[in-house]
């Protein structure tokens, strides 16, 4: 799929959407078998990534399989509680889990997360506000918090 940030990779299984890779993504899997093109999940899935980079959708309703160790899902899964424009940091995110000292596990968890955008990994940061790490690579991280800053607060763009 086009997009504003470059090409990104949907990958299926079922009627689930597992993964979407950013063009030069990190941690994409070896030998990574894509699957067969899905339009019934592939269709929700453009459109509603379509209508986050309009700034038109802040919230994703697509069916998900996360496949990843326990404590990675649950790191997935607190991540979808970010809002929308908002950021958190390592040490936030890993409060949250209920374990503060474990900011670098959190941030490798992050680091793991196969479905980009959907699951806003690119609203977690450094303690110091910083940009730090994102598999899509800095630059888009930027560019996505920027959209949804833009959406929530367009008197200050």
């Avoid at 209508?51 to 404590?71: I, M, P, V």
């Avoid at 940091?89 to 968890?109: E, F």
């Avoid at 997360?113 to 450094?126: A, E, F, L, Q, T």
Wanted: charged share 20%; aromatic share 8%; with cysteine.
């Amino acid at each position: 799929m086009d997009s504003p940030i470059g090409t990104l990779k949907l990958v299926a299984e079922g009627d689930a959407l597992t993964a979407i890779y950013m063009e030069e993504h990190r941690h994409v899997p070896e030998n990574a078998d894509f699957g067969t093109h899905s339009e019934s999940v592939f269709g929700p899935v453009k459109e509603q990534l379509t209508a986050y980079f309009a700034g038109q959708l802040q919230e994703f309703s697509l069916t998900l399989s996360l496949r990843g160790t326990d404590f990675q899902r649950r790191v997935w899964a607190e991540l979808q509680k970010i809002p929308y424009g908002h950021t958190w940091s390592y040490g936030q995110l890993a409060t949250r889990l209920g374990n503060p000292k474990a900011s670098r596990a959190v941030g490798l968890a992050n680091g793991r997360n196969p479905i980009s955008i959907v699951i806003p990994c690119h609203r977690v940061i450094g303690a110091n506000g910083s940009l730090t790490g994102y598999g899509g690579g800095l630059e888009r991280k930027q560019t996505l918090l920027e959209l949804e800053r833009q959406v929530i607060s367009p008197a200050l763009f």
